[in-house]
Nanobody
Framework: QVQLVESGGGSVQAGGSLRLSCAAS????????MGWFRQAPGKEREGVAS????????YYADSVKGRFTISQDNAKNTVYLQMNTLKPEDTAMYYC?????????????????WGQGTQVTVSS
């Protein structure tokens, strides 16, 4: 049974930091893209960052470059999203996802496995 379990969300003031974690199980972790996505109320789900589990190549949305860092611990099948200098516009439900398709990178439609999400709220 495929499971992606996110944790680490919460409420923080603007300028603060949070670290999200995503523990993966039930599928072959290697040779996949692991991604973080977010969806704010009334908006479409958007890609935030992704990482290829072999080699560690990373991809970021322009809106988070320089502030967010995606990383992984292959031994734990876990992906992290370090979020610094948070802004109110970063407020959203954050989801972890996995795919075996290299073309997906930051496109939600290419990801087949999804976690339940963790809420991030940034107040001004």
């Amino acid at each position: 049974q495929v499971q992606l379990v996110e944790s680490g969300g919460g409420s923080v003031q603007a300028g603060g930091s949070l670290r999200l974690s995503c523990a993966a199980s039930g599928f072959t972790y290697s040779r996949r893209f692991m991604g973080w996505f977010r969806q704010a109320p009334g908006k479409e789900r958007e890609g935030v960052a992704s990482i290829f589990t072999v080699g560690g190549s990373t991809y970021y949305a322009d809106s988070v470059k320089g502030r967010f860092t995606i990383s992984q611990d292959n031994a734990k099948n876990t992906v992290y999203l370090q979020m610094n200098t948070l802004k109110p516009e970063d407020t959203a439900m954050y989801y972890c996802a996995a795919t075996a398709y290299s073309a997906s990178k930051l496109s939600p439609s290419g990801y087949g496995y999804w976690g339940q999400g963790t809420q991030v709220t940034v107040s001004s």
